[in-house]
């Protein structure tokens, strides 16, 4: 059983696109994030959702929209797609206590031509 | 503010040799936790080990270790006896109370073993 996955792995889209990205985990997690890993590998947090609840929104245009249905799943959608979104982007999940590192999905490739 | 410092772009390194992977951080949060994942090349990330602020002893996991100095704000990886599979982008990351429990991280260190 998979822990966090996510889907698709891979998203080639033209600019202008709307196109969204689930993320499901049967953790029993309480805490899932949106991270986005840049051509420089860079990691940066970019939505964190607790219970459904929005807890982090970092500066992201507001093209992004997660959508946390429950606290199992958390979905990425992003509007009017630009060359510059082209990255990995990686959901996980954690409990509150600061022991607990994340579960990773295994990524999104998105490549905006 | 929170801040994670990965000086070490790319290494290369000897199989079966051990290797030391730097790691600073930076934070005013007397409680906070810190962990390295590794990152192969099929892109997945994988957690290897944790160190609690207040944990005693530092952290080890099989070939994993980490040097923790608490004073000098660093949380070194030490990998014993490398291996091919080591091969992969290393990442160190922290979190804290004040950080609404979200993880930053290091801009990695790309490790590379030399049969």
């Known amino acids: 059983d998979t822990a966090v996955s996510q889907t698709p792995k891979y998203l080639v889209t033209q600019m202008g696109n709307d196109k969204s990205i689930k993320c499901e985990q049967n953790?029993?997690?309480?805490?899932m994030y949106w991270y986005k890993q840049d051509s420089k590998k860079f990691l940066k947090i970019m939505f964190s959702?607790?219970?459904?609840?929005?807890?982090i929104n970092e500066t992201v245009p507001n093209r992004f929209s997660p959508k946390s249905p429950d606290k199992a799943h958390l979905n990425l959608h992003i509007n009017s797609l630009e060359l510059g979104d082209s990255a990995v982007y990686f959901c996980?999940?954690?409990?509150?206590?600061?022991?607990?590192?994340?579960?990773f999905g295994s990524g999104t490739r998105l490549t905006v031509v | 503010a929170q801040k994670i410092t990965q000086t070490q772009p790319g290494m290369f390194v000897q199989e079966k040799e051990a290797v030391t992977l730097d790691c600073t951080y930076d934070?005013?949060?007397?409680?906070?936790?810190l962990f390295w994942y590794k990152q192969p090349s099929s892109g997945e990330m994988i957690f290897l080990i944790y160190?609690?602020?207040?944990?005693?002893q530092n952290a080890t996991e099989g070939r994993y270790s980490l040097n923790f100095q608490k004073a000098r704000k660093s949380a070194n990886l030490v990998i014993s006896a490398s291996q091919l599979g080591d091969s992969a982008m290393y990442f160190c990351?922290?979190?804290?109370?004040?950080?609404?429990?979200?993880?930053?991280f290091g801009s990695g260190t790309r490790l590379s073993i030399r049969p």
């Open positions: 953790l029993g997690h309480d805490t």
């Open positions: 959702y607790n219970n459904k609840e929005l807890i």
């Open positions: 934070t005013s949060d007397p409680s906070y936790g």
């Open positions: 990351a922290m979190r804290d109370w004040s950080s609404a429990s979200k993880i930053i």
């Open positions: 996980a999940s954690s409990q509150g206590e600061r022991n607990y590192g994340y579960t």
């Open positions: 160190q609690g602020s207040y944990d005693q």
